[in-house]
């Protein structure tokens, strides 16, 4: 089992930056792909980023390319999600996940990620 520890949300205004955090303890050694999620109010959970268990790849969805960069310390077993240039419409809570199983093509779907963060609300105003 693997517990993730989300920080770093906030209210800021449009244009402004964010960095999240997502903290993992436990069986960390365990841990492959790691992604961060993102739910507004009324609507579904959707894929924000993906990250490679060395780093070396990732993965983001159209809206964010170019604003959002993920990274990860493995050392500090630590995901990070750095947020520039943000939108209204980037307001969320913000989960992290990991898996150990997940394969890069499922990476999207939030099912196949079997542990998850209490979430941190981003909060972008116009």
């Known amino acids: 089992q693997v517990q993730l520890v989300e920080s770093g949300g906030g209210l800021v205004q449009a244009g402004d930056s964010l960095r999240l955090s997502c903290a993992a303890s436990g069986r960390t050694f365990s841990i492959s792909v790691m992604g961060w999620f993102r739910q507004a109010p009324g609507k579904e959970r959707e894929f924000v980023a993906a990250?490679?268990?060395?780093?070396?790849?990732?993965a983001y969805t159209d809206s964010v390319k170019g604003r959002f960069t993920i990274s990860r310390d493995n050392a500090k077993n630590t995901v990070y999600l750095l947020m520039n240039s943000l939108k209204p419409e980037d307001t969320a809570v913000y989960y992290c996940?990991?898996?150990?199983?997940?394969?890069?093509?499922?990476?999207?779907?939030?099912?196949?990620?079997?542990?998850w963060g209490q979430g941190t609300q981003v909060t972008v105003s116009s």
């Open positions: 996940a990991a898996d150990t199983e997940v394969r890069w093509v499922e990476i999207m779907e939030s099912q196949k990620y079997d542990d």
């Open positions: 990250i490679s268990r060395d780093g070396g790849t990732t």
